[in-house]
């Protein structure tokens, strides 16, 4: 059983950042993709970014290109989130997820583990 957790969510002001950390226990993932994504209040969970098992591969929703970079640290089983010029619309719950594939994928379907989640907020 894969658990993961994520540490670094918080209040900001907009403009500011944020780094996300998401750790793995248990069983590695360092064979998969893994993926970060939000949900806002009375919105559905929608992809951040993801990347794959090497790094070498990496997506990003348009909203937050530019802006966001994930990464990974395979040997200690950890994937982050570096969050800059964040804006009032990127306040929402955050959550790390493994996907069962190698590819980084942007739909929900493809992750079988997700972290329980941490809130951002971002003030104007």
């Known amino acids: 059983q894969v658990q993961l957790v994520e540490f670094g969510g918080g209040l900001v002001q907009a403009g500011g950042s944020l780094r996300l950390s998401c750790a793995g226990d248990?069983?590695?993932?360092?064979?998969?993709?893994m993926g970060w994504f939000r949900q806002a209040p009375g919105k559905e969970r929608e992809f951040v970014a993801a990347?794959?098992?090497?790094?070498?591969?990496?997506r990003y929703a348009d909203s937050v290109k530019g802006r966001f970079t994930i990464s990974r640290d395979n040997a200690k089983n950890t994937v982050y989130l570096q969050m800059n010029s964040l804006k009032p619309e990127d306040t929402a719950v955050y959550y790390c997820a493994k996907s069962s594939g190698t590819i980084p994928i942007p739909t929900i379907a493809q992750y079988d583990y997700w972290g329980q989640g941490t809130q951002v907020t971002v003030s104007s």
């Open positions: 990347t794959s098992w090497t790094g070498r591969t990496i």
């Open positions: 248990g069983r590695t993932f360092s064979s998969y993709a």
